[in-house]
């Protein structure tokens, strides 16, 4: 059972034999469609892989396992209304297949759903893990209202701290959590499971990171997203930001022009020129540098935890997946 | 502190020493105008009533009485944004004053506050507390669905089971689960639980179908809403669902015509229309039955209860105010 690939069934398994159908069937369908959409599901298999780490009783963590995932997805669902993004995992979203309406209250059943995963079963160290859980779903949303925030603020206004901050909250914390509650669930000891946290952290920034950086320099057949459409969307992602520090005068007023335009220039242009100024201020490589660091924290915040050795293995697996990956 | 004033006053002092406001603002603004527009605030005085009549911890009930009507108040901001309601207690609602996705995520979070509330106190029934918590938040959503369904279906299309079962849903089980989870906290005998939750469900429908006879007979300047708003909006409550019943054919069919008109009627004329044929079949009496119906089977079960019959008089008070309530 020491290697991902074993958690990464696990979870699937997990999945396969849940009915997520009920009545009315209007609200549990929205539901079911979005919870068999599939994606990697990364935030359960880092909760059984942390749950066996301390030698945990899998029970415990299997039902907080679909939890942590059903909370995931329901953010993606409200995210996707907010964003009103038509797509997800290349299938039409909630508010787009149903209505806005049905988003907003299948969104909040699975909330609610995913409470009832999270209380399947008991442990000494529920409540600890709910209340890790809680405080998690907030920050999520805080997270979220400050990436909508960043939208309304030109370039100049989100600095990288701002930008590090709002993609702890949002992205990192999530997976950091999954790690805590397993642990919790597993009564392991408080440093460990604060290392577990820390190095969750790290993984979340190194991943989002490596996201920012595949938008502008990923492939576009293995990513499986169209190259720079963050920058069509003039996202304020690492990428830009951490370019307006390496940029002279000229270049930072054609990155402020380019990431204020509204949809007055050809997209295609518009992308090309700001691969451009990326390539002539050398920015791949420090985004490289920066993912570097982060998975270097990543990595010896893993080293520091007192756990046997090759239980370890799943967790240095998942996190070359995630951190080297091309997609 | 036998009396409802003494625990209406506890929930006025909860609300008024807690602070709800956090970072970033524009997600904790809308949350806190929320919960300062005040209400009658039933749910938590439920609560702490129902944990007092059975000698509980009130530290662990506060906690869980904040929690249940933050969540009350979420379901209110969501349930303005799916039916665009723009006032909620004379006051512009959530998405008129801010916007629409201002109303979905300050709503989610909101949801997340409740379970910190419901969180803050350990106590030996906690899982059992949030497990009822829980499971009628998924009841709740289920009720706002089935009404949304409604508003789909023709006046024949819904049954008066359907009716009922819906506010159950939408209505009832939050008033019962409240009461549930303050004797929970109390640890309180299993019994005397389920029939405080029956007590909790029978109070929630004659509160209901008392609200929905005010709709067509309330005092206007009392009652503070317009008489008939539910005819104008061609909602099928149990006024014109019982009506049904007791129509012959050519009045079911004037029945069938108002509740299906889109706007061509003159509205003035159309309420009066319906109440007309409600006074010509003698509606008004009937529901005056069935309120009455639910209403003793409601104090029959408190009756059932047992409890030292003072501790039970805040809750005869409040049954008193509810049932009998001219607004």
């Known amino acids: 059972m020491y290697d991902i690939k074993y958690f990464l069934q696990e979870v699937e398994k997990l999945f396969a034999e849940e009915n997520f159908l009920g009545t009315p069937r209007e609200l549990y369908e929205p539901i079911e469609y979005t919870l068999r959409l599939g994606g990697k599901r990364i935030r359960p298999t880092l909760l059984l892989a942390a749950n066996a780490l301390f030698g945990g009783n899998a029970d415990a963590a299997r039902g907080a396992a679909l939890g942590i995932e059903t909370f995931h997805n329901f953010t993606l669902l409200h995210d996707d209304l907010m964003d009103r993004s038509p797509l997800r995992r290349g299938q039409p979203t909630v508010y787009q297949k149903w209505d806005e309406n049905t988003a907003v209250l299948s969104g909040d059943t699975m909330f609610a759903l995913a409470w009832r995963y999270m209380l399947r079963h008991d442990s000494p160290r529920l409540r600890e893990a709910l209340q890790c859980f809680n405080e998690t ?66 993984l979340g920034l190194a991943f989002q990171l490596q996201d920012d950086l595949l938008d502008g320099y990923g492939d576009t057949a293995v990513f499986g997203k169209k190259t720079g459409q963050d920058i069509r969307d003039n996202k304020k992602t690492y990428l830009p930001l951490r370019a307006l ?54 990595l010896r915040a893993l080293d520091g935890i007192a756990a046997p050795e090759e239980r370890k293995t799943p967790l240095r697996e998942l996190t070359e997946m995630l951190v080297g990956r091309k997609k």
């Open 245 to 298: 520090g390496l940029c002279d005068a000229s270049q930072a007023a054609e990155l402020r022009t380019l990431f204020s335009d509204k949809d007055n220039m050809d997209e295609e242009d518009k992308v090309r020129r700001a691969l451009d100024l990326y390539e002539a201020i050398g920015l791949r490589s420090e985004v490289e540098k920066a993912i570097g660091d982060e998975f270097a924290k990543c």
């Open 137 to 202: 779903a907030i920050e999520v949303c805080e997270g979220q209202q400050k990436d909508m925030n960043f939208e309304r603020l030109p370039l100049d206004g989100v600095t990288l701290g701002d930008y590090m901050d709002m993609i702890r909250q949002k992205t990192a914390v999530l997976l950091a959590g999954a790690l805590k509650i397993g642990a919790l669930l597993a009564e392991a000891p408080e440093a460990e499971v604060a290392r577990l946290y820390d190095y969750g952290i790290h």
